[in-house]
């Protein structure tokens, strides 16, 4: 049985998946020789005849290898790379009839698209199950770099958010965002397993060449639902309150409501042991109620600067200079013709033009179509993510995978809502379309991970091992 089990399995190319394909294949082997036992063959010959029944290992094993390969998603890298060339397009007409400091941003921008799809591909080699494997090491490691920032970080318009590194400066604000993802594997590593039983809580059937399971096979591995709960929180809160306190309420807002998402899907999954009607309602009566509360608390206290203060009093008042942003972008949108420019200059009328409002200049400059097509395009990409994410054979990859979608569905929205005048004027970015290194390097990432996850969609079992404990 050992001759013709490593027989098949070197026939596999994809050496991540041998050991599930092993298993599957000893399994079902081992079930033959006991059924052929059990019809009256001595061990030798029930053994030689479920080898038998199993055909040739070759051609099994040539079999096997075109199912269990990797896979890529050639059309997200057309619609991602299609965006990108929009984008630089747009970033190489804004940087010719500017100067300055949006001269120099729409530059490096141009340069940053082409680095940013070089770091998509090399993201889509690395095996995404290594950032679950070391998640928790990851989420300390941002968290420091958060408290570093905090303590050492630039000041810009009120907010510290800049720390150098190697000469080069990083927003940490935007660093921050790959923290969801990172924190899908965290809840991934704390589901709940009943080892002896070989199954998971939700009844599932475990891959016992899981390390962690072969360890503690004949054990039963006892975990407090409420502790997990608590460790969950402590990974949940302590990033979005230090981001919080930069300060940097959009992001915070971001990744809290991905973060949640994330663990509803946990929790509906049957990952712990609780009450899944009573967990998802406490989880967002809770943490909806906290971000009003902490919001309330920080503007009435000291915890948000004098401008923002006075942005959020003018958008829901509708009055003060603070307001008058607002009040340009709804006439600006209502004003914007369906081709070509409406006359307006957006370099003169809009600030940040070249980032946070990106897509009002387009609108502006090239008319309703162009600024919708965009829209599209990113929403085209967001449902191809979840798409992609949602129909994942593995769960730690269909967690991660939404995790990155969340992420680009919660900032995409609230820059088009902000562009529109639905949404106080704040520090938020248009993924893959405005200037900023740091953002458009993270988006790049996140799709890189999702490239990832596709490419592994036939070679992951439901459950892999992610056995590396920290906390």
Known sequence: MEEYLKAVIEQIRCKNVRPYVERELRDHLEDQINDNIASGMDKDEAVRAAVKDMGDPIETGIALDRVHRP??????????????????????AIASGAEGSVYNQSSKTMIMFGAGFLVMLAIYFVDYTHVARFSK???????????????????????????RAFFIDINVEAVMMLYVPVFAGILYKYRNVN?????????????????????????IKKHSAVFDFI??????????????QMPALVTALMMLISMLTLLTIATSKGWFKVSKPIAITSIWGVFVGLPVIGSVVM??????????????VAFFTGSGEANYLTNVLRNVAASCRLYGSNGVDASITIPE?????????????????AGIFIACALAALIAIVFGISLKQKNQLGMLMGCGCGMVLLV???INIFQNLGWFPPSRTFLPLMSSGGSYIIVTYILIGIVLSIYKYKSIYPKHVSVDYRLL
């Open 231 to 244: 460790k969950i929180f402590f990974w949940m809160i302590v990033p979005v309150f230090l981001v919080m």
């Open 137 to 163: 090491l990851i989420a300390l490691c941002l968290i420091g770099l958060c408290i570093y920032a905090r303590m050492f970080g630039t000041y810009i318009n009120g907010a510290q958010l800049w720390v």
């Open 353 to 369: 033009y070249n980032s946070a409002y990106v897509l009002s200049y387009i609108s502006i400059t090239y008319g309703l179509i």
């Open 195 to 219: 080892i002896q039983a070989g199954k998971d809580i939700s009844g599932n059937g475990l891959d016992e060449s899981d390390s962690s399971i072969k360890r503690h096979k004949f054990s």
């Open 71 to 92: 896979s890529i998603a050639w059309g997200m890298i057309a619609l991602v790379f299609v965006i990108s060339i929009a984008a630089a397009l747009i970033h190489f």
């Open 411 to 413: 900032t995409t929205f």
């Open 299 to 312: 503007f009435f206290g000291n915890g948000l600067a004098d401008y923002q203060k006075a942005r959020l």
